[in-house]
């Protein structure tokens, strides 16, 4: 009992072999490859209109478009597909919740 009240008990520990995720930067892989190819045509755009203003937008739609996401996989690397399945959950895409209303036509003649 010298070890504390921290000491995890090593038969309580989930093995690691479930919580491989392939993460790039932090990121988990299908987030930066959409990431990727947002950036790519933002530097595309960039290169078309050969501007100062076009490169400060540039560096701006990068560190607005992938800093955030470091920090928001930081904490919980599956959350994407929580929203994911959230959005495309079958109680979301039937329309077994609607109501039906009754429709009076006027007749303005």
Same mark, same amino acid.
């Given at each position: #009992?010298? @070890? +504390?009240?921290?000491?995890?008990?090593?038969? !309580?520990?989930? %093995?690691?072999?479930?919580?491989?995720?392939?993460?790039? !930067? +932090?990121?988990?892989? @299908? =987030?930066?490859?959409?990431?990727?190819?947002?950036?790519?045509?933002?530097? $595309?755009? %960039? =290169? #078309?209109?050969?501007?100062?203003?076009? $490169?400060?937008?540039?560096? !701006?739609?990068?560190?607005?478009?992938? =800093?955030? #996401?470091?920090? $928001?996989? &930081? +904490?919980?690397?599956? %959350?994407?597909?929580? *929203?994911?399945? +959230? *959005?495309?959950?079958?109680? &979301?895409?039937?329309? $077994?919740?609607?109501?039906?209303?009754?429709?009076?036509?006027?007749?303005?003649?």
């Amino acid at each position: #009992m010298a @070890e +504390g009240i921290h000491a995890v008990n090593p038969n !309580l520990v989930n %093995a690691k072999v479930f919580y491989r995720r392939r993460t790039k !930067l +932090g990121i988990p892989t @299908e =987030v930066f490859l959409v990431l990727a190819f947002l950036n790519v045509f933002a530097v $595309v755009l %960039a =290169v #078309m209109f050969h501007s100062v203003f076009s $490169v400060i937008s540039l560096i !701006l739609f990068v560190l607005v478009s992938v =800093v955030p #996401m470091k920090f $928001v996989f &930081r +904490g919980d690397p599956d %959350a994407h597909k929580a *929203w994911i399945y +959230g *959005w495309l959950a079958p109680a &979301r895409l039937e329309n $077994v919740h609607a109501v039906r209303r009754r429709v009076v036509f006027v007749d303005v003649l």
